[in-house]
C-alpha cells in the first residue's frame, strides 16, 4: 500500500530512493532546500549534471543522480513563482509534482522525499502550496495499479507540518496508509 507522510527532518536526511530539489529553471545551486541539496550532495558534481542537462521548464522536473546523498536520485521540480494566482500557478505546481512522480516511478523508485515546493522563496502561500501538494501526490498514487510508492514531506517547521496534516485530513487521503511523524 502506498502512503503519505510527514516527518519533521532535513530532505538531505531522507532515506528514500529519491529526493525532490525545489529548483529553479536554471538548475543553478540556489539557497534554501537548493543550497542545503547541492552542500549535501557534493557542489561540483551535482552542478556539473544539471549543467548538462542544462534547463527545466517551471511545471516539469528533471533526474540527476544522489552522488553524496542517502538517496540514488536527486529529482529537480521547478515550481512557481507566486504571482498572485492568475498566471497558472497551481497549474504549475501540480506538474512538478506529478513530473517528479513519474520520474520516480520511471527510474525504479519505490520512495521519494518532497520539499513543499515553492513554498520558501518563491514566495506561494502555505495552504495552496500544501492543497496543491497533496492533491497531486493524491491523484498519481490513485493511477497505481500494481506498484506502491510512499511519499514523504520533509518539512522543518512546526506551523507547516500542522498546515500540512490539516491538508491531508481534508483531502480524504485516509485511502492511502497516511502517518504524520
Not at 513554498?119 to 493524491?138: E, H, M, N, S
Not at 500494481?146 to 498546515?163: P, Y
Request: hydrophobic share 40%; with cysteine.
Amino acid at each position: 500500500m502506498s502512503s503519505i507522510e510527514i516527518r519533521k527532518i532535513s530532505i538531505t536526511e531522507l532515506d528514500t530512493d529519491a529526493i525532490v530539489n525545489a529548483a529553479n529553471e536554471g538548475l543553478w545551486a540556489g539557497g534554501g532546500v537548493c543550497g542545503a541539496i547541492f552542500r549535501a550532495a557534493g557542489y561540483d558534481r551535482l552542478q556539473d549534471a544539471c549543467d548538462a542537462i542544462g534547463h527545466c521548464d517551471t511545471g516539469s522536473a528533471v533526474i540527476t543522480p544522489g552522488f553524496n546523498l542517502k538517496a540514488k536520485y536527486i529529482i529537480h521540480a521547478v515550481g512557481p513563482r507566486w504571482s498572485g494566482g492568475k498566471h497558472k500557478e497551481p497549474e504549475l505546481l501540480y506538474g512538478a509534482y506529478y513530473r517528479s512522480l513519474q520520474l520516480a516511478l520511471e527510474n525504479g523508485c519505490r520512495s521519494i522525499g518532497f520539499p513543499l515546493i515553492s513554498a520558501g522563496i518563491f514566495g506561494y502561500p502555505l495552504q495552496g502550496a500544501w492543497q496543491t501538494a497533496v492533491r497531486a501526490c493524491g491523484d498519481f498514487l490513485d493511477q497505481l495499479t500494481d506498484q506502491s510508492l510512499d511519499i514523504i514531506f520533509a518539512v522543518l517547521s512546526d506551523e507547516i507540518i500542522e498546515t500540512g496534516r490539516a491538508a491531508l485530513r481534508a483531502s480524504g487521503a485516509s485511502r492511502y496508509n497516511v502517518a504524520d511523524r
